[in-house]
């Protein structure tokens, strides 16, 4: 009988056959380690109450330290995966600009911008998108109208197309900050955060439109 | 107890009964003395059972209770002896300040035992300490059959938990010089 094999309890208990209670006897005469550990079981039951009165162990002792270490590393990582990972594109404005009414304007439109202005102001995008293309192809240098364009398309999630006509926008005018503010958000529709800020930066720095909303914006952005 | 049924499996168990008691007492004139003490304990007993197996039962624990009932009074009166040996050295009367010094140690050394087991079974892994509060400590343990089935553990598992926290309560002992000391 290996000592592993020893029940000393089933021993002292007289929980085991006969057999078993010889053997396990025989076994405990020639082994000192189990004679030992019969010496120490003995022991500890005599003082039984004494031992019972120890504070229960933890559950998970021994494993508690490195399950709190992990999950204060978890926390940190989560916290600087937030900071840095913050959904930026959550931030991003995505109402587009308003168009001033047609019958406000002066002069006053044309016809074919007035179908895409009507369909512009009723938050029909594709319609506006169809509109302002057809108008645009007669009056392809209409500023107004690309920069509605770029707006129609941005609301339509078009933003690679939207960013080309804004583009073309920011080349001909570089201190609209209508267009860099639809810029900076498209950037961070993009996840680009450094072109986000870097033209949030120009539109805090000019006293123009989108002042105040580009200095909360900025606030906002992760570091 | 039907005294003719105790008396045959006496008779048919009486080397098993010697080896429970050698196994403890681990010396063959105490085991013969407490198998004779068991006898006459088992004889002036009333065991409500009926089946030879039952009885057999109850003679083993009678023999085992015996046993440790004579494990723990050896170890005592190894003690007495010692301090009985030192008397007469220095043939000082019994309630000398010797006899008090020696009985003195004694007591703190019982102590320090106890505090070193305490200690070693709060640092005990959360397995091995449940199998000992559970089999050791227990006044009325549950089989390892029992507790295996509990638990989901195997027996064989559950068996080497409690090996290898009892090893690791003795050698914290052995290391501060507590175990193998009256």
């Known amino acids: ?223 | 107890m039907d005294s003719c049924l105790l008396e045959d499996l006496w008779a048919r168990h009486q080397r098993l009964f010697r080896h429970i008691a050698c196994a403890i007492v681990r010396d063959a004139d105490i085991a013969e003395e407490v198998v004779q003490e068991a006898f006459r304990r088992a004889l002036g007993s009333h065991f409500p059972g009926s089946s030879s197996e039952e009885a057999l039962l109850y003679l083993k624990r009678i023999v085992t209770n015996t046993s440790i009932d004579y494990y723990h009074h050896g170890r005592r009166q190894a003690l007495e002896d010692d301090l009985d040996q030192a008397n007469r050295v220095a043939d000082p009367p019994a309630s000398s300040p010797l006899n008090q010094l020696l009985e003195q140690e004694r007591q703190d050394l019982e102590k320090k035992r106890l505090n070193v087991i305490k200690r070693e079974m709060t640092k005990l892994p959360p397995e091995q300490r449940f199998i000992i509060e559970n089999l050791v400590l227990q006044e009325s343990p549950a089989t390892l059959t029992a507790l295996s089935q509990s638990t989901g553990v195997p027996i064989s598992t559950l068996r080497s938990r409690m090996i290898l926290g009892l090893d690791r309560i003795r050698e914290s002992l052995r290391k501060e010089g507590l175990w193998g000391v009256k």
């Not at chain 1, 002792?61 to 709190?68: E, F, K, N, V």
């Not at chain 1, 933003?159 to 810029?183: F, H, I, M, Y």
């Open chain 1, 1 to 223: 009988m290996k000592c592993e094999e020893v029940d000393l309890i089933g021993f002292l208990q007289s929980d085991l056959d006969s057999s078993q209670t010889s053997s396990v006897a025989e076994h405990l005469q020639g082994c000192t380690d189990c004679q030992d550990r019969l010496r120490l079981v003995l022991e500890m039951r005599k003082n039984r109450k004494e031992l019972e009165r120890l504070k229960p162990a933890p559950k998970s002792r021994g494993y508690a330290w490195p399950i709190a270490a992990g999950l204060v590393l978890v926390a940190l990582v989560g916290y600087w995966y937030s900071l840095n990972h913050q959904d930026v594109t959550k931030l991003a404005v995505v109402t587009p600009y308003p168009m001033v009414p047609p019958e406000l304007r002066s002069p006053r439109p044309q016809d074919e911008f007035l179908a895409a202005a009507r369909a512009y102001g009723s938050g029909n995008w594709s319609a506006a998108e169809v509109q302002l293309r057809q108008y645009l192809k007669s009056h392809p240098e209409d500023y107004e109208a690309m920069f509605y364009l770029a707006n129609a398309l941005c609301a339509q999630n078009k933003l690679s197309e939207s960013e080309v006509v804004l583009a073309k926008l920011e080349t001909r005018n570089p201190q609209d900050n209508r267009v860099r503010w639809l810029l900076a958000n498209l950037s961070l529709r993009q996840r680009d955060i450094q072109a986000a800020r870097r033209r949030l930066d120009a539109i805090t720095h000019s006293a123009g439109e989108f002042h105040e909303e580009a200095t909360a914006l900025l606030k906002k952005l992760p570091h």
